[in-house]
């Protein structure tokens, strides 16, 4: 089965940049997608194919999408911010994500 | 507005069964794939099934057999029966649209499902 592994955790001063990564074998190849989830809420889509934001998802969310990586990018970080993180693709007709990030802003 | 509103979930004894309910409003369940997905105290999501629009299904390996998950069209519902329920299954569950069969939004609040004796 096809496997996703993210960073367990990222830490990044306000103002900063934070680079979340989800490794797959060749998932350049596929449709990546990410979501937010802070403490007691459901996860919230912040970037969908790659590098498309939602409507209101801030511009300081991105994402790349190349060879065994795709990156989650939150430019200017704040503490809102702070939040696990997971990745998504479509593996045949199954889901599969990515163990998750915890991004801890100092 | 487009919204998921689950319910269902409870304390059940193990080899038990319960049946969670999503309702949906501003889309139709039927038209999109939906999907539950599940998270274990202080892990991360698991996906557990989805339901094409076309009508087939498929599960994860670790919920085979015993969850069947459905739809009723006329109440714009999904539902996921579980049946011969583990420890392992405690877990809040979300409902969520596929959106272009691909990504998933919304999601809804979650059901907390607390499998123990």
């Known amino acids: 089965s096809y496997v996703l592994t993210q960073p367990p955790s990222v830490s990044v001063a306000p103002g900063q940049t934070a680079r979340i990564t989800c490794g797959g074998n060749?998932?350049?190849?596929?449709?990546v997608h990410w979501y937010q989830q802070k403490p007691g809420q459901a996860p919230v889509l912040v970037v969908y194919d790659d590098s498309d934001r939602p409507s209101g998802i801030p511009e300081r969310f991105s994402g790349s999408n190349s060879g065994n990586t795709a990156t989650l990018t939150i430019s200017r970080v704040e503490a809102g911010d702070e939040a696990d993180y997971y990745c998504q693709v479509w593996d045949s007709s199954s889901v599969v994500f990515g163990g998750g990030t915890k991004l801890t802003v100092l | 507005e487009v919204q998921l509103v689950e319910s269902g979930g409870g304390l059940i004894q193990p080899g038990g069964s319960l049946r969670l309910s999503c309702a949906a409003s501003?889309?139709?369940?039927?038209?999109?794939?939906m999907s539950w997905v599940r998270q274990a105290p202080g892990k991360g999501l698991e996906w557990v099934s989805v339901?094409?629009?076309?009508?087939?299904?498929y599960y994860a390996d670790s919920v085979k057999g015993r969850f069947t998950i459905s739809r009723d069209n006329s109440k714009n519902t999904l539902y996921l029966q579980m049946n011969s329920l583990r420890a392992e299954d405690t877990a809040v569950y979300y409902c969520?649209?596929?959106?272009?069969?691909?990504?998933?939004?919304?999601w809804g609040q979650g059901t907390l499902v607390t499998v123990s004796s």
């Open positions: 339901i094409y629009s076309g009508g087939s299904t």
């Open positions: 501003g889309f139709t369940v039927s038209s999109n794939y």
């Open positions: 060749n998932i350049g190849s596929k449709s």
């Open positions: 969520a649209r596929a959106v272009a069969a691909n990504w998933f939004d919304p």
